[in-house]
């Protein structure tokens, strides 16, 4: 579709529902297909890619249209100049937004995997749009704040769409370097020699050669079998050998990997490839890293990167497997396997075990050096182009070439032609598009992005949601009371994971007695049987070092064993009484809530 | 106290005196300081020597502390420093280690002050030397602060007991004194006993040789949080030198947030990075890796994580001890490598030789040999050099060490006598704050850095003549008739050191040795390539490469590394 025709069609369609939008709001009549708006205040197509500048005009819509919604916040410079920016999406009216428990989002890191920055896009826009109409969302942003960094790598999103690719080239950054250590840099790019933007393969008739085309998709290339003569040799993709060392495209833009470039178990390029000099060599990596630090409310995580169809949570290095605990992994599990439902084709996996090893990746980083839950979705399967598990891998997939004749009309592959090679003579170009297998089709993409955004949305509702169940008061002798609070955490996520309570990586959540003359203090461990944990110093305040989650408590009873009951309680000793006693609990990922009694 | 008050209050003065006379020497008389200096003082010690030596020398900053204090870089080298292989000396990651930074700068001095001499000449004249004598200024800083303490950490506001509290529980100079030392508490619980071979030393009781603990040995200061912990939690942040990248320690008191968080540490490794030329780090701070050098574990380099020096690394690195030792450096005490520094990074990370010292250390007093005589002389010593035959089964205990040669030498203001004070932690208890002075262990009075200082000069000069050089030879031409030319030569190290580290040759960031042909307008090769990269040649090894040109004319080769210098060679066709 090309801008024209689809700015039409945006505009007609306003058009029709602005003609009804007087009487009547379309959302309240048949008109709304369920879970969408029907009349959003920021209209926007959801088929299509989009480049940095529609990013930013769509979020300064968003700020427009919401501002007691979205807020736009500039984290920094990319490499390249552009502004790294975060969408923080909560309802601004209720709360203190950066004290609610935060929710991270980031797409894009690897820029050649397109979806994450438009799913990012569209879950800020849905989340806006549908406040006030949808209960669910309505409060969740009463209760939690969102922060969204559409774009990771803005230079190289930039670069994937407007310049020549593969389907995996950007997925580097741009910074200039010497990959074949000749003492030249980027010297030997690959070159769009056929001029269409994509850059796909070439290939040589020759006797010699392995390869034919399959008989079922003229233009596929498949192994000639053990017994058959082949038609074709594979010369690589689209390129000539620049600088005459006897190699072709050996050095490209960058060539490192933005995503081990994190603060855990970083290790160096040759022991992980695209590490660069140390975490937190790119200035990308950096701005979000102190975006982070600046944001301890942040308790849950997604890092979007494309394909296989997988909810991804960490280690990504066998040797850090015991970092992970199992009243965390209990957590994972409840997410995890939920989304295996929500998405269809998609698995539940650990990155080290079924994908391959990561180090110093951000999941981890997030996980282990924040405490803060994280999962990253590989968006996109084969299983979603027949709605069937296909026997192929995910790279080499007839299934693809089926699917474009039905579907996509043949709008994924270029067909081969003729080019006359400086080096190789009379060949051919031709093959996959660089949006092609990755990048998920228009007519797909905004249902893949709800189901993803819905299976990020589980995992922020289960953020912890602190309540103040009770306040009680007893009269002692000598004038003294002792106030006892209960205080639960009604979601799965504790306020501390069992991994940053096992390292002290967040300071105890804090449950403070506001309006009395406070002798002593302690937790309770066992109401029932009396048995409490004196705090000497500053008792007005009591230092609770974790409010767990639903799944917390669960053990025991049934068998003679005791459990079921995962509250958290508190006892002062005041001297005198009073009416009320009011209650604060502040945790830094759990929020600030207070009660009076 | 108000007495001890206007006590430190003279003595700061009297230290500030000091201080500007000291500044006033370097300033006028390019002489060297009398006491360590603070970055104020070191900062205009370097511009002087660098405007003093303005052909020679270039100072610039290479990033700022987390304080917002200049990390200096001074450059020496005549002609073009980035085009020759370097050594870059580094000090002062360590806070603690004040001895470095000034060795480090005293090395300059020296250096740019014997210019004339030959081997000093031919220094600067083929090899850069790079000096970053304070990587750690906010740390350093706390030498000239009240009260002084041993400071390993930059000045980041960091929570690091993780309490929610900023810096709430810090030293207290009980003592007035102006210095942090310990305090030692009278109390059954307690499981420190007075040293039997040095008294003023607390030592673990020993339950196998029938010892009872009797004190609690704490930090100079208060509970002041009540959490159980003495000063867990005071001003700073982190401890540069444990957050490096190579086996750098999570979680981990003062190791920071993750490895390279902190702009000192990122610094210097961007310098290091981005500077291919420098062949070989020699790092002054609380490790040694000279005295002895590292052994070879097959174990530890098979890994896919590596932790052991490659075996062509340890030769290497033999020959580099031999050479150091060979300078009278003896009896260094054991002082192994730590989690997260700069020196095991800049080798299994940057892929250099990496070198460490302290470059000075207190000096054995040997205990009498004659053991009939043992008895006599244990009898007749003062507490302070008495030596028991026990010392030599046990291990080394390195405060007894530094004490018995700090008695020889007659130094005070290195021990703080134990005293009785009121601990309000330990209202009823008897309480003494003592013990060996902050800073005092590893940082001698400045002159007994003369004579190290001459002879790492001397290391500097002797190690840079052992350096890698490439070199072009046997080269020739023979002519094969048409126009059609042969190109032969050998690429050849002529150094005593191989090219750069075999460690490097996992490294992406280390450039290769690199042959490359360069043609006149009309010439082409018709066999061999125009950019032949290949790994470190050994000391002594030769690689021959060979061209078939046609055309005639001048034809350049260049041949070389960063490390080991680019030769370049020309022949013409006819």
Redesign the interface.
Known sequence: MTNKTLSTAVLSSIWCIAAFAQQIDPDLTGMRALGTPANPKVKWSWNYYMDYASIMRLSQELAKAHPNLVKIENIGKSTQGRDMIVLAVTDYQTGIPDRKPGFWIDGGIHANELQGTQFAMYTAWYLAENFGKIEFITELLRDRIFYILPSLSPDSREAFLFKPNTPNSSRTGQVPLDDD???YIDEDDYDDLDGDGNITMMRRRSPNGRWKEDPNYPGRMIPAKADEKGEYEMLGFEGIDN????RVNEDGPGTYDPNRD???N??????QNGAF????TLVETRNV?NFI?NHRNIAGSQSYHNFGGMFLRGPGAEEDQSFYLPSDIAVYDLIGKQGEKMIPGYNYYVIWKDLYTVYGGAVD?LAL?RGVFAFSNEINTSYRLFNRRSNESRFQNEEFNEFDKYLLFGDAYVKWKPYKHPQYGEIEIGGNKKNNIRNTPGFMLEEEGHRNMAFTLLHAYHLPKLEITEIKSKRLPGGLTEVTATVINTRAIPTHSAHDLK??????D?ITLKNAQVISGMIVEDEDLNITREQ??NPQTI?VPNIPGTLTGTAGGGFGGSGGNYAVKVRWIVRGTAEKYTVEVDSMKGGVVTKTQ | MAQQLILTHMKEQSLLAAGLVGLLWTFFLQAQPSSYQNHEQRTARLRNLASANSALARLQSIGKSRGQRDIWLLTLSKGEASKKPALLIAAGIEGAHLAGTEMAIRMAEKILANVSKDSIAKLLETKTLYVVPSVNPDAQEQWSARPRYARSENALDY?N????RLNEDPFEDLNGDGLITMVRVEDPSGTFVPSSEEPRILVKADPTKGEVGKYLLLTEGIDN???GNFNEDGAGGVHIDKNF?FD?P??TDGSG?????EPE??AL??FL?NSPNIFAVLTFGPANNLSEAPKFDQAKVNR???TGFTQKDVSAMEQVSKLYNSLGFKEAPSMPQTKGNFAQTAY??AGRFSFTTPGWWAPKVEAPKDTTKKAEATASATTSTRSTATSTTTPENDEIRFLKWADKEQLTDVFVQWKEIRHPDFPDKKAEVGGIAPYAKLNPPIKYLEETTDKHVKFIASLAMQMPQVEIVNLSTESLGNGLHRVTLKVLNKGLLPTYADIGD????V??I?T?LFLANGQSILAG???N?RNALAAGESEEYSWLISGSGKVTIQAGCPTAGMATAEVTLR
């Open positions: 250590g000749d003492g600088d005459g060392d006897g994190w603060g855990w970083w290790q160096p390029d040759y022991i000099y140390y975490p937190g890293k630090y980083w050096a390292y002290k990586i967040e300071r105890p804090y000497k110093y230092e | 929570d007991d993780r309490d929610g949080d009540k959490d990248t750098y999570i979680f947030d993750y490895a390279a968080s540490t990122r490794l961007d990075y896919r994580v590596i299994f990370h996992r490294i992406r960031w450039k290769k690199k490359e390539k125009k950019i990269l």
